[in-house]
């Protein structure tokens, strides 16, 4: 795919205003003329993103694992933990990427997986005017390696992650916790780590300081079952939430 | 000789004294770095089409302003960073090999959602 081509569709994705409706698998009746606050598919911006996932599978086809667009558009790249920095240089450096900010950065807990934790990055390109997400995935004890050498910004975000969840960036300059209480023991974002907490703070006048204090609620955690008895999307049984790119060459 | 212009707008970007000198050498440098890889890299494929077309821009193209806007890529000074930062990129492509195939597999459930 001719790199000057992806820059070309790029600029056309930005000049199309408007695009076609198409109807949606199992969604019945639906356009945007009789339903007009349901959000319009932009079909050429799926195509531009799908070809610019390809196009970062091609040239990096050590790492990239699978290429998916989410629904609104969202192009996602997913890798092993060893091509983080790899990815992420190239996503910043390449000319038809230049994906030079970092919006966020952030982790995930699916404890029913092996790799229980995703951490998610989420990167802008200010000359394309395009967002791309890349996400890998660890474990409780693998380390992840920092992209603080690449972008910044990284810093917090990566000590917010080790904080909640703790998942441990290798080559980090400064890794501590930086939103938990100093004494503070857990990772308060897994999914084991209860609500309310193991611990309470309150202030002991016979000591004259904050003492912490195994928790004391009054009342019991009550766990509600929120699933109605019927079905609430009918519309949408076979909805899927991301659409895998192709990256694989048919042989 | 007159600076071209007082300032790029950009902090922390100089304005460029001799840009087609600072090009044409960082664009050799990158072909030069990219012919050591294999000629099938899809990598090395695009970034060198990406590079010849801008480097015969530069080469035929005299006027700054006219080359700003015939690679309509920004200012000068900006495609001097892109051509740095994809210098310092294919350096490290080179050294990863990133043209293989895939190193690790995914485990099965691993990118399945929802759950």
Known sequence: MAATAYRGLFSLARQASKTVVPRAAGVRLCSTELHPTIRPVNEVQKQTLSEFGQYVAECLPKYVQKVQITAGNELEVLIPPEGVTPVISFLKDHTNAQFTCLADLCGVDMPSRSYRFEVVYNFLSVRFNSRIRVKTYTDELTPVDSICDIHKAANWYEREVWDMYGVFFANHPDLRRILTDYGFEGHPFRKDFPLSGYVECRYDDEVKRVVVEPIELAQEFRKFDLAAPWEQFPNFREHVASEEVPIKEEK | ?115
Do not use: F
């Open chain 2, 1 to 115: 000789m007159a600076a071209r212009k007082a300032t790029t707008g950009l902090t922390g970007l100089a304005v460029a004294t001799n840009p087609h000198h600072t090009l044409g050498v960082l664009y050799s440098k990158i072909l030069r770095c990219l012919h050591k890889m294999p000629p099938d890299a899809a990598y090395r494929k695009y970034t060198e089409q990406i590079v010849t077309e801008r480097h015969n821009l530069v080469k035929t193209e005299t006027d700054v302003t006219k080359l700003e806007q015939v690679m309509n890529a920004g200012q000068v000074e900006e495609v001097i960073q892109q051509a740095e930062n994809e210098l310092s990129l294919a350096r490290k492509m080179l050294e990863w090999r990133a043209w293989e195939p895939l190193v690790q597999e995914p485990p099965s459930e691993q990118w399945r959602w929802p759950l």
